[in-house]
């Protein structure tokens, strides 16, 4: 929208109110049922900071405290309505979706995390996206395979 059609001070806070959209992965959105809760949360959230911004007298200071939120409020709701809610593993003799696997690599790091859903992602909380390269690497396989990974040999140590 052009900025002589607004009540905007400049183009500079126009901008500032058009943020663009969050990407939305190609992939399955695959989650958790911690995940699905985390995501719900999320998404009450936003929405009520957007809420909260739309409180603000001033146009120009609202567009800029709501943009962010309602962007969020977007991609989260989008989320939610394409989230697959996949029940944890109940054998543990495959990596799966879900599973907690824990690996050996060549240079005697040992390492621990559970595969879930891209938007519950966080390795340094100790859980990676089933799309991300390890766990690709890692589903189907057993206690005791080796998988190479950049020039790298990984033993998986257990599965839970």
């Known amino acids: ?70 962007r969020d409020v977007r991609y989260l709701t989008a989320r939610v309505r394409t989230a697959q809610v996949v029940p944890d593993p109940t054998a543990f003799d495959t990596v799966g979706f879900g599973s907690t696997v824990t690996f050996s690599r060549d240079d005697g790091r040992v390492q621990t995390y559970r595969i879930v859903g891209e938007d519950e992602a966080d390795p340094k909380k100790g859980t990676i996206s089933f799309v991300s390269p390890i766990a690709r690497l890692l589903m189907g396989k057993s206690v005791g395979d080796v998988i190479e990974m950049s020039g790298q040999e990984i033993q998986i140590v257990s599965i839970s």
């Open 1 to 70: 929208m052009s900025v002589a059609f607004t009540k905007e001070d400049s183009a500079e806070t126009a901008s500032e109110t058009l943020l663009p959209d969050r990407p939305i992965s190609p992939h399955r959105n695959l989650v958790t049922a911690a995940g699905m809760k985390a995501l719900d949360a999320q998404l009450k959230q936003a929405q009520e900071v957007y809420e909260i911004s739309q409180r603000i007298e001033d146009v120009n200071e609202r567009r800029r405290q709501s943009a962010a939120p309602l």
